[in-house]
């Protein structure tokens, strides 16, 4: 089993890496494989909406160079997904908001029914908004949010302040672990042939507009 790690921040090992890290490390103890990915530091490119991955059914978006694909491309062998970013005017990061827009539109079926979860970091406030916004990701999605003790975030203006950050750096280790559960009982569910629902087959779409 293993679980991706997205690192939203614009820096590779700063405050939402130091988050990332002690999830990382609470999984390779329970026994669970873990890669931390970094948007890094190119511009990505927001959707337009053109539609191509929904008309070629590719799970894939039609846009290339930057980490979109290659993160779905790590969601075919991973059974989880967690996403990190700093606060950035109360919602997360652009960088990763562009990636998550493109990512899920195109290859959301590659994730359905596999555990997500969000953390984010900041210097104060603004936090739970961007919560709301990460986990929004993987509710349309049909993935499992996975829970911790408390609002999943850090704080400090510094990797050396998030590590003073007690009661943080134990809800990151507190959602590891509960990651780490249920991906342990979805694959002795999966042993037994429970498994997700299927969706109906004919999805309704609803418009206000008459």
Known sequence: MKVLLINGSPHEHGCTYTALKEIADTLAAEGIESEIMHV??????????????????????????????????????????????PVHYASAGGAVTAMLDRMFYAGSASMRGKP????????????????????????????????????????????????????????????????AWMLKSFALAAEQGILPPEREAKRKWTNFIR
């Not at 511009?43 to 070629?56: L, S």
């Not at 160079?65 to 059974?79: F, H, I, S, T, Y």
């Open 40 to 85: 890094g530091l190119e511009p990505i490119r927001g959707c337009t909406g053109c539609g191509t991955c929904i008309r070629q059914k590719t799970g894939r978006c039609v846009f290339g160079g930057d980490p979109v694909n290659a993160a779905l491309e790590k969601m075919q062998e991973c059974d989880g997904l967690i996403v990190g970013s």
């Open 116 to 179: 997500g979860a969000a953390v984010c970091s900041a210097r104060r406030a603004g936090t739970t908004a961007t919560l709301d916004q990460l986990n929004k990701y993987f509710i349309i999605s049909g993935m499992p949010l996975v829970p911790s003790q408390y609002w999943p975030m850090v704080h400090g203006s510094t990797p050396e302040q998030v590590a003073q950050d007690e009661e943080g750096l134990q809800i990151m280790r507190m959602l590891g672990r509960n990651m």
